[in-house]
């Protein structure tokens, strides 16, 4: 059974930058074929994929965010973590990583909220 853990900081100020951190247990992050995303949902809005990074460490990242989005990983530690900068209000959100690359996901973490605020 896969489990996935989100960590991190549940206050952000402005303009910072938000980091959160994905520990995976019970499968390995370089397995084969598989993709670890992560993903959004602001208050009273659907979900928003982030990006995911591969089994492979090759990352692909929604071109909404890319231009503030980075994903890397600690293998050693059976990790993957998201840094989003210049941060706004506008995203405050539950931050969840899960399994898969997008839209079809078959391990999630039970979210994290995020507040963006001075």
């Known amino acids: 059974q896969v489990q996935l853990q989100e960590s991190g900081p549940g206050l952000v100020k402005p303009s910072q930058t938000l980091s959160l951190t994905c520990t995976v247990s019970?499968?390995?992050?370089?397995?084969?074929?598989?993709?670890w995303s992560w993903i959004r949902q602001p208050p009273g809005k659907g979900l928003e994929w982030i990006g995911y990074?591969?089994?492979?460490?090759?990352?692909y990242y929604s071109p909404s965010l890319k231009s503030r989005t980075s994903i890397s990983r600690d293998t050693s530690n059976n990790q993957f973590s998201l840094q989003l900068s210049s941060v706004t209000p506008e995203d405050t959100a539950v931050y969840y990583c899960?399994?898969?690359?997008?839209?079809?996901?078959?391990?999630w973490g039970q979210g994290t909220q995020v507040t963006v605020s001075s």
């Open positions: 019970g499968g390995s992050i370089t397995t084969n074929y598989y993709y």
């Open positions: 990074i591969a089994y492979s460490g090759s990352t």
């Open positions: 899960a399994r898969g690359p997008r839209l079809v996901y078959d391990y």
